[in-house]
């Protein structure tokens, strides 16, 4: 291995800890969740309460100790659920087969809407 190569390497590398840290520290918590079924709002909860959401497409929404996650969804492939708990604003779960988006929203950063949703 050259010289280069090694300074090269630690160049990507503290590029990649410079990235990781700036991120981290402008991460902004969200205030409050938006859930919307077929495009129309379902509902808007504050992210500091605790909720227990039951959505008519059959998803059960969680809000606790400032997360939000997807409990449970009828749907076959369960990737909502798999997506796990989010509370950075503009964070997204979506459940494709339910139409169902569940957003985090406030904090810094106001997405109401998703950037795309796909059918």
């Not at 390497?9 to 938006?34: E, F, N, P, Q, S």
């Not at 909502?80 to 997204?92: E, T």
């Not at 979506?94 to 059918?119: F, H, M």
Request: hydrophobic share 45%; aromatic share 6%; charged share 25%.
């Amino acid at each position: 291995m050259k010289r280069a190569d090694v300074i090269l390497g630690l160049i990507v590398l503290a590029a990649c800890i410079v990235w990781l840290a700036g991120r981290a520290l402008l991460r902004k918590d969200g205030a409050y969740v938006v859930v919307k079924q077929d495009g129309e709002l379902f509902g808007s909860y504050a992210l500091d309460e605790d909720w227990e959401i039951d959505v008519r497409s059959g998803n059960h929404i969680s809000i606790r100790d400032g997360v939000v996650w997807m409990e449970s969804a009828d749907c076959p492939d369960q990737i909502c659920v798999k997506q796990g708990k989010i509370s950075a604003a503009g964070s997204l779960i979506t459940c494709l087969p339910n139409r169902v988006t569940v957003q985090v929203a406030g904090g810094g950063i106001d997405k109401s809407e998703p950037d795309a949703v796909a059918y």
